[in-house]
């Protein structure tokens, strides 16, 4: 699965910076410099990771595909994104196949040309 982030609102010095490039904030004391950005991004992915981890370790072969649905529709509501998509890559059968989605398509033709995409037919964004 992935996910683009975009926060529309953020001023220059608050929008994600690329990898060694940190803001930093000073004290009191006006010498000390912490890294903010880094603590912000370990704070926000430890809320995220480890709720999501918590739940797809307590998975089994019988709950796999509601827990896969449910850690779905968290990631789609806590990064405001659209929609999400779980896929497994096959290599033996060289396909991605369609493992759970957010929200679910209501309106699915039957064959779902989206269950499996072989990858020498595939978009770009599939294989």
Known sequence: MTLG???PGLTS????????CLRTSSDSR???????Q??????TLDRVVTPVATQLMLATPRTADEV?????AQLVE???VDTGFLRHNDHNIRASKLVAEWPPRYE??????LADVYFADADP???
Do not use: T
């Open 78 to 80: 806590q990064f405001d």
């Open 68 to 72: 896969s649905e449910q850690v779905l």
């Open 38 to 43: 880094e603590d912000i991004i370990a704070a």
């Open 5 to 7: 982030l975009v926060k």
């Open 125 to 127: 964004y599939f294989a």
């Open 30 to 36: 006006g010498s000390h410099h912490a890294p903010v």
């Open 13 to 20: 010095c608050e929008r994600p910076q690329p990898p060694g």
């Open 108 to 113: 699915r033709r039957d064959p779902d040309p």
